[in-house]
């Protein structure tokens, strides 16, 4: 089974840029659909954003076009740039892997999950 470590993670000045990575260990990544999301604190964690393994692509509408997901199997790793951050964006940030390589936009959906990385976006 893989298993995903997320870093990246810090401060930021609205308006600035971050990249998150998450790296995987294990086998088969590459069949894995992957994401992004965040919790806010004492909310449930949100979705932010997945990329299934044939390389569809789904955002949620407060990141999109902001923030872009993207991987690379031959590095077992998954990013997500992180552009024109607001203060609205601070939380912890978790990676998450789906076995059946599909994906969706429900928390519930994936199996496996990083420890989570902080984000603080100042001004």
């Known amino acids: 089974q893989v298993q995903l470590a997320e870093s990246g993670g810090g401060l930021a000045q609205a308006g600035g840029s971050l990249r998150l990575s998450c790296t995987a260990s294990?086998?088969?990544?590459?069949?894995?659909?992957l994401a992004w999301f965040r919790q806010f604190p004492g909310k449930e964690r949100e979705f932010v954003a997945v990329l299934n393994y044939i390389g569809t692509i789904d955002y949620a509408e407060t990141v999109k076009g902001r923030f872009t997901i993207s991987r690379d199997n031959a590095k077992n790793t998954l990013y997500l740039q992180m552009n024109t951050l607001k203060p609205d964006d601070t939380a912890i940030y978790y990676c998450a892997g789906d076995w059946t390589g599909w994906g969706s936009r429900s928390a519930s959906g994936f199996d496996v999950w990083g420890q989570g990385t902080q984000i603080t976006v100042t001004g």
């Open positions: 294990g086998s088969k990544f590459s069949t894995y659909a």
